[in-house]
């Protein structure tokens, strides 16, 4: 896809003022929730460890995994050096989508490692939410959040089977 046509299709969206403040907001509370979750679910297993004497592993892995394969992407982002699909302060680091990856990460972390059911698939929706997002918004191409969404499935699964 080229520029130019993405441009054009996230311009009904750049054209109302509400509507771009509410993907904003929407962007910004997903995100904040789940870098609020993640840490309580590393307390949790904490405390599980400590109070139950729990193995050490649900608690190294749910740090190390999400860690470990931050930095890689994080490396990868900065070998590609794709440009954004809007001006901003860096001009590549564009693919894939850091944020995307993020939650789709920690998805798989509480997917493992959470007690309740529930939480995994609430988290891996708010993955899919965040990625429509950050398209419609303007911030990055489908590409980048589709290779966001595959390589934190993808890492956290390979993580967490070794």
Known sequence: MRKSTYIRMTNALRARPAATRAVV????AITNAVYVAYPCLLAWLAVRQIA???PAKPLLCALLVPGVSFVLVTALRKAINAPPVIA???QGNSFPSRHTFSI???AMTFCVWCPLAWAGPAMLAAGVALAVIRVVSGVHFPRDVVAGAVLGIALGAVGFLL
């Open 25 to 28: 907001l929407a962007n910004k």
């Open 52 to 54: 139950f004497g729990w």
């Open 104 to 106: 789709f990460v920690i």
């Open 88 to 90: 901003k302060d860096t």
